[in-house]
């Protein structure tokens, strides 16, 4: 089984939490160049399963897969209570909807 982590930023503590035989890809980007990046990266790798956790990332990520034309499986969960305003919410609950699976924790 490979296992890779994609990520925004290599900062902090990552790298020393994960077992060693974990691939670690860093798109060295901030949130808001997340989309671009990733869809770039859904272009040229071929990913079975893609794990989300958090609203804001859930939702990059199904518009990457959409953008990209990836046939990976989506599987987002819900991590913390971010805000927003009631139509940032709807929204973002419409494309949340799109994912394969939703765990619930």
Do not use: W
């Given at each position: 089984?490979?296992?890779t982590i994609?990520?925004?930023?290599?900062?902090?503590?990552l790298?020393?939490?994960?077992?060693p035989?974990?691939?670690?890809?860093?798109l060295?980007?901030?949130?808001?160049?997340l989309l671009?990046k990733?869809?770039k990266?859904?272009k040229t790798?071929?990913?079975d399963?893609?794990?989300i956790?958090?609203?804001i990332?859930?939702?990059?990520?199904?518009?990457a897969?959409?953008?990209?034309?990836?046939?990976?499986k989506?599987c987002?969960?819900?991590?913390g209570y971010?805000?927003?305003?009631?139509?940032q919410?709807?929204?973002?609950?419409?494309?949340?909807?799109?994912?394969?699976v939703?765990v619930?924790?």
């Amino acid at each position: 089984n490979n296992i890779t982590i994609v990520c925004g930023s290599d900062k902090g503590e990552l790298r020393k939490s994960v077992l060693p035989e974990v691939k670690i890809d860093c798109l060295n980007c901030k949130t808001r160049t997340l989309l671009l990046k990733l869809t770039k990266y859904l272009k040229t790798h071929s990913i079975d399963v893609f794990y989300i956790g958090f609203r804001i990332y859930n939702v990059i990520g199904i518009c990457a897969k959409k953008i990209s034309g990836n046939k990976m499986k989506v599987c987002v969960s819900q991590h913390g209570y971010e805000s927003g305003t009631r139509i940032q919410l709807y929204i973002y609950g419409k494309i949340i909807n799109c994912s394969d699976v939703f765990v619930q924790m």
